[in-house]
Every structure is written in C-alpha cells, then in structure tokens.
Nanobody, 124 residues
Framework: HVQLVESGGGSVQGGGSLRLSCAGS????????MAWFRQAPGKEREGVAA???????VYAVSVKGRFTISKDNAKKTLYLQMNSLKPEDSAMYYC???????????????????WGQGTQVTVS
C-alpha cells in the first residue's frame, strides 16, 4: 500500500515561486516513476513532470525551464520547484506513483495507480 501526501501549495503573484513536496509511505515506490500532474477547473488532468529511478526527468513543454522535479529517496519525498509562475499554472497539483514504464515522453494519468489528495496552487 502506498500513501502520498502533498504540501506546499498556496497563492502567489505572477513571477513568483513555490516548492511542492510529496511525502510517501508504504512500498519502495521511490524506485518507480514519480510524477506531478495538475488539473484546472473544467480541464483534463495533465502531466507536468516525472522522474524515474535513474533520476531521468520528463517535463511538459509548458513548464520546461521553469519547473524542476527532484526526489530524496532517503526521505521518501518528491519535490516540484516552480519558478516564474504564470496565472495559467493555477491548478490543483497531484503527486502520483507508477511503474517504471509510466515515465514515458507522454505522461498518462491512467499509468499511475497511486495518487495524493492534491494541493492547490493559485497564481494571480
């Protein structure tokens, strides 16, 4: 059983920064594909960034160069550093864990069986 708990969301002005964290417990999921997704009202859930067991990373085009995904296996924590935030980044952000195959060039929510409850990010 895997449990994921996000934190670090909040409200920030455009151009600002936030750092999201995702603390995990349970199985050694940190050896899997770990990812961040986001979902804005009325829109589909979209993959933002992912990191695999070798620490290779994948980013959505819309966040590349502004967001950085990282993880601390010892702390079982996943991070998302978000810089130069834009109003269009406003959404509920979710942490997800999936098998190694999930870390493809296209991040599909259906490939991730474990999810956190989400943390809200609002950029004005």
């Amino acid at each position: 059983h895997v449990q994921l708990v996000e934190s670090g969301g909040g409200s920030v002005q455009g151009g600002g920064s936030l750092r999201l964290s995702c603390a995990g417990s349970g199985r050694t999921y940190m050896k899997w594909c770990m990812a961040w997704f986001r979902q804005a009202p009325g829109k589909e859930r979209e993959g933002v960034a992912a990191i695999d067991s070798a620490r290779s990373t994948v980013y959505a085009v819309s966040v590349k160069g502004r967001f950085t995904i990282s993880k601390d296996n010892a702390k079982k924590t996943l991070y998302l550093q978000m810089n130069s935030l834009k109003p269009e980044d406003s959404a509920m952000y979710y942490c997800a864990a999936g098998g190694a195959f999930a870390c493809g060039t296209e991040l599909l929510a259906s490939d991730f069986p474990y999810w956190g409850q989400g943390t809200q990010v609002t950029v004005s």
